[in-house]
């Protein structure tokens, strides 16, 4: 898989700037409305009993 291909026109996509810092993701988040927190992850949970036990 290409991912520097547009799936639209077929056309090659280049990197216009490689953000590292995390006050410049928040920033760009913020500016986009998105949110900025991390997602919440789920406890782990242990494999399925049988249904005799």
Do not use: E, N
């Not at 996509?13 to 997602?39: M, N, Q, S």
């Amino acid at each position: 898989m290409d991912v520097f291909a547009c799936l639209r026109c077929g056309g090659r996509r280049r990197v216009l700037a490689y953000v590292k810092g995390a006050g410049g993701v928040r920033a760009i988040l913020k500016h986009l409305g998105l949110p900025t927190a991390g997602a919440h992850l789920a406890h782990a949970r242990g494999p399925p009993q049988s249904a005799w036990c």
